[in-house]
């Protein structure tokens, strides 16, 4: 697919990081439930986690295309990695990107965009999850600060953390008009990160809970306008969702790399099992839903860079890919027949982290809903 030169070259320098350093540690990473810190150093010194921020906040400066094809390379060989870098990026400094005042810029870009902090994003609830407007968590004014209370669940990155994004609500009255959204230090009195969630995939990820019992923050750590924060997080999720479509994209290119190389290597009945029919048409359609869903996620990416709206299309690619992403690794998993089964080989590690595409950042549900109102809208 056409890439300018700068994308190419990005292109090829994550490539070469992700089969060099994290090909050979992935399944480890799944293993141990957790990234090694030196590869989340390396990666802030190749620049991964400020690649769409301007440099002046210690950022790459590149377009959402480039950040696109970052995730899809990094998640080709290991998705926890990935999604450490997609929830930082989109979902933990984009808010404060695109609605923070420019002391708030100033005091929180710098770290984040170089990589020596990370960021997450606090929307999700126990009980408040495709109802993201059902937040229970709440803010209340006290003097110069702000008073939260609340709990909020499967928050990416949510133990790696500096910063946390967080909705509570400021006017009950109001429901989806009453939240506003907030900037949590780790150290802030009343915080803390509670227990580590253990997952069925991107198991090297690193998920929690976050707790709020009396936390209080400064009256100036509000992000954006008051009771603007559902709206504001809706916005993060349309851009955040492209990335969850490259990742998905990404782990399904490896699983088909990987049955490519397998069907290649595996000999049955005196020939590679690549020789037969019923293997070649798996790899084929493999590769063309894999194709499609690229288009759609660079689509979105394309949009988004031209400053078009793509709340419908970043909704598609993440759904389409999702789904895809799933399909593929069955298939590559069944092209490798009993050792696919086993943890042996990194496609059964694949089918594991895929699923969380679709369903992750909304649901494929929740992603059909955005793309009916489009429609019924226009
Ligand atoms: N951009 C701007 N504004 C938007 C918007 C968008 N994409 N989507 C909705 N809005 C606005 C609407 O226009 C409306 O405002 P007005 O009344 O002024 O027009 C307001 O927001 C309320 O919108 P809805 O009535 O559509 O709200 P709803 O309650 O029906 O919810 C929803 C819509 C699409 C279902 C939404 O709740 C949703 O996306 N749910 C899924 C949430 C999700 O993806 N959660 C995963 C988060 S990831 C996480 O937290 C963990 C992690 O670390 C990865």
């Known amino acids: 697919m056409f890439l300018t030169e700068e994308q190419e070259l990005l292109q090829q320098m994550v490539r070469d990081f992700a089969q060099n350093e994290l090909k050979p540690r992935a399944a480890k990473f799944d293993q141990q439930e957790t990234i090694d810190k030196d590869v989340l150093d390396q990666m802030a010194e190749l620049g991964l986690f400020g690649i769409p921020f301007p440099e002046e906040y210690n950022g790459v400066e590149m377009d959402t295309m480039c950040y696109s094809i970052a995730v899809e390379e990094l998640s080709r060989v290991c998705a926890s990695t990935g999604i450490t870098v997609a929830a930082h990026i989109s979902l933990g400094t984009y808010p404060i990107y695109m609605f923070g005042t420019e002391e708030q810029k100033q005091k929180y870009l710098p770290k984040l965009c170089s990589g020596e902090e990370l960021a997450s994003f606090g929307l999700t609830e126990p009980n408040a999850g ?43 009255d ?115 839903e894999i194709e499609a869903a690229r288009h759609l996620v660079y689509n979105a990416s394309r949009l988004k860079d031209a400053g078009k709206s793509y709340s419908k299309q970043s909704a598609m690619c993440k759904l389409y890919a999702g789904e895809v992403a799933t399909r593929t690794c069955i298939k590559a998993i069944q092209i490798h027949g009993g050792y696919g089964y086993t943890q042996e080989y990194p496609v059964e590690r694949m089918l594991r982290d895929a699923k969380v595409t679709e369903i992750g950042e909304g649901t494929s549900e929740i992603q059909r809903i955005v793309i009916a109102r489009s429609l019924l809208s226009d």
């Open 174 to 288: 109001k429901g989806v008009k009453g939240i506003s959204a907030f900037i949590v230090e780790r150290d802030a009195p009343g915080f803390s990160v509670g227990k580590k969630i253990r997952k069925m995939g991107i198991r090297g990820s690193n998920t929690t809970e976050l707790i709020f019992e009396n936390c209080r923050i400064p009256e100036e750590n509000l992000l954006g306008k008051l009771n603007e924060g559902f709206k504001q997080f809706m916005q993060i999720l349309d851009g955040g969702r492209i990335s969850i479509g490259a990742m998905a994209l990404g782990i399904a290119q490896g699983a088909l790399d990987e049955a490519i190389r397998y069907s290649k290597e595996r000999n049955q009945f005196g020939k590679p099992i690549a020789s037969n029919q019923a293997i070649q048409f798996m790899l084929a359609d493999m590769a063309t």
């Open 130 to 172: 495709s109802d993201a407007g059902g937040t229970q968590t709440t803010a209340v004014k006290d003097g110069k600060e702000w008073v939260l209370n609340g709990a909020k669940m499967f928050i990416t990155n949510g133990g790696w953390a500096w910063t946390s994004i967080n909705t509570a609500m400021t006017d009950k």
